[in-house]
């Protein structure tokens, strides 16, 4: 598990006062990219070999409001994974209390050129490796 | 079924050359709001009254990527509702082609002080009769 | 001038119950995007071609709080340009009440590969005639 | 003045491949709230009072872009002030080069009830130990 913390954005709040429900995918993505540079896996050289990652599905259950300048820590664990797609899971907690906030997961596939392809093996046995820790 | 037609923003994008995951909900609440308009309720007047109506639980299913430009149909249909919660479900088209982006679900519930309510007899009533339409 | 009208989100809102002064300027860019394709010149043709057009400098004064479900009248003018730069400026009114929101001004300039470039006779002929007009 | 440090995210950016320029005044805010912060004026405290801050002016320039997952350091400075307004002046840097980004001004009233009122003596005076420092 990788736990990345950040603070909650004053423009992420919306009139009813607390984070707008949008923004928590937003803060999962940043759990998810930590996740794959611990594991060794960078967004933009997985790029430059023109593989993309799309999000296929996600979903979000919101258990506690975030609020204008709470910490927040963004637990993030892959739950699923293979050749051609990833399953991360989340726990979104404030840090001052350790409330849960919100819990989510989501999937990405591996695309090249807009078809699915393969993850290559270099960099599924850096998964492999990083996630049986 | 309501349907809300929108443009797809140069900032909706992001690095991977579509629209970022996360923007279909903020697509998914106009065609709540609207959704909630034609019905008789708006927010602002429930606000002051008040009543909030947090979202507790989304998901969303990503089937096509809406690019730059295009124009985006959002098609909104509450599928479930009671004194305390509202259930709806979501369909974004490319109106070019009619090809279907992504579908998704949203739950709020209602609350005043933070605290689960029953909304008032006026504004259900409203939601009925709009939604057995 | 070019006028765009838009409704407001409320997700553009932040906890002091009004527009959050960042989304004026994606506002201001989907008047600039309109205004260019008008002019005949769209924005994936010309990164298509490896032309960039960053923005440079931008400014804006508030001058009445947008609020959600407000329409908005973007209105866009191009200023000033050459072969290397544009300049808009833009005026924000509430449809409802002609109420000015904000006045803004941005300049973009155009790059190939991350260096100045100037802008093909073929589309500045066009900025040319439409702008004249 | 104060330094901010964050890390650029991915739904930042936008399809030039760098981020989007709206988001530099999300980043400028998060330099002034922890201004404020330091100085002793916590929004939050201010808004329970029923004192608002918006801001009417603002402008930015654009040096060089900021990329996905770039860590920044945002330098925040409160270049002028009176019972009735602040200005802020922000130096936006690429950690790793130290090359400067962007370079900005806001200017914030404080307001009650949608009217211009002066900043209690007991802010005031936070405002001006710390900012003689």
Known sequence: M???REKVRFVETDMMGVVHHSNYFRWFEMGRVEYLRQAGILLT???ERGILFPITEVSCKYHSSAKFDDYILIETKMIDYSR???VFSYEVRR????????TGQTTNLFTTNGKITRLPAEYYSKL???TVK
């Open 45 to 47: 050289e997985m790029m």
């Open 128 to 130: 492999e490796k990083f």
């Open 2 to 4: 990788i736990t990345v």
């Open 95 to 102: 840090e001052a209390d350790g409330i849960l906030l919100a």
């Open 84 to 86: 051609v797609k990833m």
